[in-house]
């Protein structure tokens, strides 16, 4: 029986979640799949048993575009399904209602799902959960849902439609899927989002993280616009009813506009002088009192 679709899942040195996403493939069903899972150079490879299906390992250079490419250069499979390490997959039909999909809509190029969190996450990591949910829906063009967004971490893209075209390796800013996403728009792919195909996304989220997966998104909005000249609008953030979701969106968009404005060569250096300084914190509370005065006026 040939495979019929091939999960592709980049993954960092010592990741912490790999285990528990592999794990979660195992109740898939009505399907025949195989996973690749792709380390950069310098990990080490742990052994991995209770795997009911094949698992093939190899080799990138640092960074997801790299890991993404490299997948899908091996993948057996026409369907390829991009996971992130870090997310865990509880439906047993899964995979198959992305096969279903697809097979029934054979000129559509790919299509992909939302992420939920565990309700047992810190208020960063719901936050950043309601900001994502804002952004994956602000991309939903038309009733059918047609999309310009896509999580790179719960996407499939069907390989016959894309030919040659690959994830920019030189891309290190956040979001790096959304290049590939808009050339492919720009060529006139059709993708669309199914809101039902939900991934467990078991990734914490701190202070410093949310400024950093913000400040690095609004660089990869920057470098998306200058290599394809193009203008990206993006629906506003709305405020959210609680005070600390207020606090958190203020937060996302201050690192966020920063990041858009700026690009820096040292990573670390970026990050230490421009956000880890708790000024953001005062400032971002000075703002939300602000503008809490000035709705109840």
């Known amino acids: 029986m040939s495979i019929e679709i091939s999960v592709v899942i980049p993954c960092r ?116 959960q309601s900001i994502q949910d804002q952004w994956i829906c602000s991309g939903i063009l038309d009733n059918t849902l047609r999309t310009q967004n896509l999580f790179g971490g719960n996407m499939v893209i069907r390989k016959s439609r894309i030919q040659n075209e690959f994830f920019d390796e030189q891309l290190i800013f956040g979001g790096t899927e959304q290049e590939f996403i808009f050339r492919l728009i720009k060529k006139q792919h059709v993708l669309t989002l199914l809101p039902q195909q939900k991934v467990l996304h078991d990734c914490p989220v701190s202070f410093y993280s949310l400024l950093f997966k913000a400040f690095k998104q609004g660089q990869g909005k920057l470098y998306l616009e200058k290599k394809l000249n193009v203008k990206i609008e993006q629906k506003s953030l709305h405020l959210e009813k609680t005070f600390i979701n207020n606090y958190i969106t203020q937060l996302y968009k201050i690192a966020f506009q920063i990041g858009n404005q700026s690009f820096f060569k040292n990573r670390l250096n970026e990050f230490r002088y421009i956000l880890v300084d708790y000024y953001y914190q005062w400032l971002v509370l000075f703002q939300l009192i602000k503008t809490t005065k000035q709705s109840k006026n």
């Open 13 to 128: 040195t010592r990741d912490p979640f790999i285990e528990k996403t592999l794990l979660s493939l195992t109740q898939q069903k009505n399907c025949n799949f195989e996973v690749i899972l792709v380390f950069n150079p310098e990990i080490v490879l742990i052994s991995m048993k209770d795997l009911n299906y094949p698992l093939k390992i190899t080799k990138s250079q640092v960074g997801a575009n790299c890991a993404r490419n490299a997948g899908l250069r091996m993948a057996q499979a026409d369907l390829v399904l991009f996971l992130d390490s870090d997310c865990q997959v509880s439906d047993s039909t899964f995979l198959s209602q992305y096969i279903n999909h697809m097979n029934a809509n054979p000129k559509l190029t790919g299509c992909g799902g939302t992420y939920q969190i565990k309700e047992t996450q810190n208020k960063f990591a719901k936050g950043y």
